[in-house]
Structure formats: C-alpha cells, structure tokens
C-alpha cells in the first residue's frame, strides 16, 4: 500500500503543494486538466513528483480544460479535476463549472488564490470565490491553514460525488501552499447514495401494475454499466415504453426493442403525445428540468397531468417543479437494485410500445428538407442524414460521440443510434465549444476507442485552439464540421422572431484544412456526398495509419438550418 493511502501513514512535514498533491493521489486522482498559473507553483511542484501516478493534461485555455473535466467525469464515472490560477484563469474555467453544474457531473475545481497576507485589497487578480462560485458550485470554499488541506480535499470528493452530483471548488492562497506542516494523509473518498424503502417500492409496484400506458424515463447522472445492462434487462422483460432525456442517450441501447427516443429540443411529435397520453411516468434519474419538459410544457406544472414517479439521488430535486405521487430518493444503482424484484404484466401495453418503436424508426428516416434546399438550389447539396449512416456505418458500436451546442448537433442527436453508456458526451448546459475538449479528454483517456466529434463552423472556432492539446497529448478524434457560416441556432430565432431582419450571425471562417494540418492533423474539405465518403475514408487512414487526429470540414448549405424546415420555410411561416 503506498504511503498516499496507507492508514498507518504517519505525519510528513511537507509544504501544501506537495500535500495537496499527495492528497489527490490519495483520492486516485489519475488526470488533471489546466492551465498551469504562478499562483500555484508550489502544487505543480508536488504534482511533479507524482508523475508516474498523475498526469497533468496542460490546455490551451481554461474554458476547454473544464470540459475535459467535465468529459473526464462522464466518461469515467469519477470526479474530473481542473486546476486554474487566480482571476483571468477562474472566470474562463467557470464555464466548464457552469456546465458540469447544470450537468450534475462530479468535479472539483482548485484555484490558485492570492496570498492571505494581500487579501481584502482588490490585489492582482483577487476574487473572493466562495461569492462567485457559489450559485453554479455545490460547494465553494476556502483553504487558509495548509495543515487542514487533506480534510478539505476529502470533503470536496465527498460532497461531488454524494446526492445530486456536481461541481465543487477550492481555493488555494499562495502563501498557504508554500507553507509547511506535519500532517497525515486521507483514505480516498467513498461515493454515498440512499436506497429505497421496501414501502416505497411496494407501491411502484401496485401503481405498475394497475397502469395501461406506463412510459420510463431515464436521465441524470450516477449511473454505471452495471446498473444500465439491468435496467435494459428489467425494461426489456417487462416490455415497457423507454426514452432517455436530453443528451444522456446512452443510457439505453438505442437497438433496444423498448427505446423509443430521446425527450429534448426537437422532439419526436410522435413521442411527445406518447407522453402526454401516458397514465404513470417513471422518472429514473432526470432533474425534468426545461429542456427535457419542452419548456415546462410536456408535463403541467406544478401537478402533472398524469401520475409521476420521480427516483433522484438529490433529495432537493424531488418536488422542485412537479409534484410527484411518488418520490425515490435513491442512487441509480440501489433503485435499479431493488427495481428487478418489481413485476407486472406487460401484455397491457405491448401495441403501445411496438407503434413508439416504429414512430421512433420513422423518425430515423431521411428527411425532406434535404430535397427542399437542393430543388431551391436546383442541384444536389451535400445530405446530412447520408453523412451520419455513413458515419454510422463505418465507426464501431461503441464509438464515443462529443458534440457542444448549435442546430448542427440536431443532425447527431436524432440520426445517431447511441450504444451502451459512456458513448454520448454533451452538454446539457448547451455551451458551445463544448465538443472538441470533450472529444480530446475522451481520445486521451480512452485511446483504444474511436472518439467522434460532430461541431458547427461557430462551435468549433470557440475552443478549436484545444487541436494544441491533442496535438501534444497524441489524442486523434475524428472531428467533423458542420461550415454553413452562420450562427445557425440564433439565425433560426431571428428568422422565427423577427423574419428578414438578420443581425450579428454571419461569420467569417478560416481555412479549417489548413488550421488542422498546422497543429500536425489531417485535414479535408469536402462539399459533395462522394467526396465526404472519399475524405471519411482518407481521414480515419490518418487516424488508425498515423495517430494524427483528423478534421473534415463540410460545406453546407445554410438553407438546410435543422431537418425539419429550411431558413426560408420558417421565416415564411412567421412572417405571416
């Protein structure tokens, strides 16, 4: 047992960096993700001892490290760490906090600070974090004796990964981690969730059984293999009806007999009314906050109108907006322990599932809107539901998809057949630039797997300078962008708002090719359907030949905004 670990460990005098550093390893720390700041010289000092057991994935900005964490966490299960210097560094990490926060994903956040001695001054850089993180933080504290470092650090793991997971963060003065002490190290955290009660499972049962249009739920975070491969397995015995929310997609083999879509922006009308006509609701997981609701609008607010049985590890989420005839404050794995005892007869509800199913396979189908733009063009255009089946078809079943926010991401989300979990990274705060960092953390902690990241031309550009990272780290995602010029979710809203009147959402691109081929990556520009299949084909040789990671920038259409309605379509329709 190693002396970061060990109970018998006795007291080292040691400056903070280096207990800090130790009091990572202790957690099992393995990955770090930052941007390196003189504020804590002293951690990146202890941290190069370390080095054989962590590893220190240096970024290009902090913005694209905290989606790493982010990403880091959700594809891994355990708390992803970010590690920013005071000031300019924090308030660019605050984004991948927001979204790890709205995201429900374990993190924690350590902040160089100012030194104490200069506190209360408005020093260089000075922010006063337990104030400016706390709204979007479970918790913001911080560390002024070196000597509690190991305590404070332990209870960060803990509060990130018990209840509704989250974000917490630690700040760390300069003076204090340069100071000494004689202290002990931590056993690592141990992860917390409640289970049900036998009563309460009782009457999901009774409720169950008496229901004839039953509809599961699935979303949240805490979940793991284990406990999905026995969801599947309980949805699938008793054949119920089952969707997963906004971009948590992965939680239920989309091949499932029993998955019948995804619940968010730009629903399956089909699947909406199925919904809506259901008489009990199992909710497992998700906060049913405004994108999984349509706006608070799928279900009525504050009572639903049909039952709602609502299972969250967070027990300040049950009841928050909907009233529940039944609240499960569990984890995902103690619910879905004791939910394979629960029986009923799925006879009732069997033609209700096989026409959600068959809704959900004609909502894969292409759609028209491609014809539309090339009959206004009057030539054929680049097809975007034949770019994702040939992505589909050429990339393995478990190929991790990293997508950020932007029409774009439509096209993913709904002709994608997600696999088992840990296939989909998203972020359900919608932050864009999101995809790319994900797509990076995600080649370099898995890179025996085929890692795809699907961007807008606008995504891309926020954190494109994160090709450094995977450029320096060997990460190789195949990235592909979606170049139609335009912010095209906030085209969309002026055209739907104000038709005709178009402000602030053209753009001015660089050379993709060129930007990619000048960090060391492959890249292609294509425009046509032959030539995506051609430079697919070049890209993954670069990929699986070469490790390098490979861009392919596709030139589409701005007409073809969403697969549903054009640009035009939707301004004609509001202009009347």
Sequence with gaps: MSRATSPQNPAMTRHGG??????LAAHGVDTIFGVPGESYLAVLEGLYHRQREMRYV??????GAGFMADAYAKLTGKPGVLMVTRGPGATNGSIGIHTAHQDSTPMVVLIGQVGSDM?????????DYRRFLSPITKWSAQIDQVERIPEYVAQAFQR?????????????????LTATANTIDTQAYRDVAPSPGPAQMEELARRLQAAERPVVLLGGSGWDRDSCDRLAAWVGRLGLPTACVFRRQDLLDNAHRCYIGDVGIGINPALAEHLRSADLVLAIGPRLG???????????VPVPQMPLIHVHPGIEELGRVYQPVLAINAGMAQ????????????????????????????????PSVIDAVAAMRKQPVLDLWRVMQRLRERLPADTILANGAGNFATWGHRFWRYGPIRTQLAPTSGAMGYGLPAAVAASIV?????????AGDGDFMMTSQELATAAAHGAKPLVVIFNNGIFGTIRMHQEREYPGNVLGTGLVNPDFVRFAESFGGFGVRIASNDEFDQGLEAALTAIEDEG?????????????ISPGRTLDQIAATNAR
Excluded: H, K
């Excluded at 280096?18 to 009091?23: E, G, M, P, T, Y």
């Excluded at 240096?58 to 913005?63: A, S």
């Excluded at 018990?162 to 760390?172: C, D, E, I, N």
């Design 18 to 23: 280096q207990i800090l550093a130790d009091a």
């Design 119 to 127: 506190m209360d001054r408005d020093a260089f850089q000075e922010i």
């Design 335 to 366: 619910f879905v322990r004791a939910l394979e005892a629960v029986q009923a007869d799925g006879s009732r509800w069997a033609g209700r599932l096989s026409a959600a199913r068959a809704a959900f396979e004609q909502w894969q189908q292409r």
């Design 160 to 176: 990130a990964t018990s209840g509704r997971m989250g974000p917490v963060a630690l700040a760390l003065p300069e003076n204090m």
């Design 446 to 454: 898995a890179p025996d797997r085929t890692v795809l990241c699907l």
């Design 58 to 63: 240096i970024c290009r900005q902090e913005g």
């Design 548 to 560: 390098r990671f490979a861009v392919i920038e596709m030139v589409v259409d701005p007409q073809m």
């Design 290 to 300: 405004e994108m999984t609701t349509g706006g608070y609008t799928l279900f009525d």
